[in-house]
T-cell receptor, first 113, second 115 residues
């Protein structure tokens, strides 16, 4: 039972353009969402998060959008840089459920220069 | 470096052997989580501690797996009688819980290969 899904295994974007990574979830009780970036042979690195009481959170080049009615969130990276090439994981949690993270399978982002 | 550290980074063992991994969280973080990641998948929750108390264990955590966090500082994850299916990346994360949402910070992981 995959509660968090990232349906695009990979995405290729030109340097300087926008990267949009998508994530869907099934459990409407999730109330906190995070995006992590992972390079090979390293642990996930936290990027940005959003609480379910918000619909947008921005941090520099990274913006996360949350659509609760559609149970969908997305990560926008503008402008994309070659160093952004990595695997991006979407994760969801229940604040009152111990905050254990439920991850999607990840999307490989390649930014071409 | 004040991030989460894990040791060893790599471990190769033979089926049936026991292995133990260590995680040192960010100091002052009161929660510590263990996850497991296999190829092509996202990390899956195994167990977590608040201070020294183990508060939840996943159904993924068979009785061959045991985790401890003595004194609420570092944590160890032991796998007894390893099986080839245990081959994975084992990730540790820590967080500071005050109230509400928290952000978990991950270590570099321990990659286990069971031959």
């Amino acid at each position: 039972d995959q509660q968090v899904k990232q349906n695009s295994p990979s995405l290729s974007v030109q340097e300087g353009r926008i990267s949009i990574l998508n994530c869907d979830y099934t459990n409407s009780m999730f109330d906190y969402f995070l995006w992590y970036k992972k390079y090979p042979a390293e642990g996930p690195t936290f990027l940005i998060s959003i609480s379910s009481i918000k619909d947008k959170n921005e941090d520099g080049r990274f913006t996360v959008f949350l659509n609760k009615s559609a149970k969908h969130l997305s990560l926008h990276i503008v402008p994309s840089q070659p160093g952004d090439s990595a695997v991006y994981f979407c994760a969801a949690s229940l604040i009152m459920g111990g905050n254990k993270l439920v991850f999607g399978a990840g999307t490989i982002l390649r930014v071409k220069s | 470096d004040t991030g989460v550290s894990q040791n060893p980074r790599h471990k190769i063992t033979k089926r049936g052997q026991n292995v133990t991994f260590r995680c040192d969280p960010i100091s002052e973080h009161n929660r510590l989580y263990w996850y497991r990641q296999t190829l092509g998948q996202g990390p899956e929750f195994l167990t977590y501690f608040q201070n020294e108390a183990q508060l939840e264990k996943s159904r993924l955590l068979s009785d061959r797996f045991s985790a401890e966090r003595p004194k609420g500082s570092f944590s160890t994850l032991e796998i007894q009688r390893t099986e080839q299916g245990d081959s994975a990346m084992y990730l540790c994360a820590s967080s500071l819980v005050t109230s509400g949402a928290e952000t978990q910070y991950f270590g570099p992981g321990t990659r286990l290969l069971v031959l």
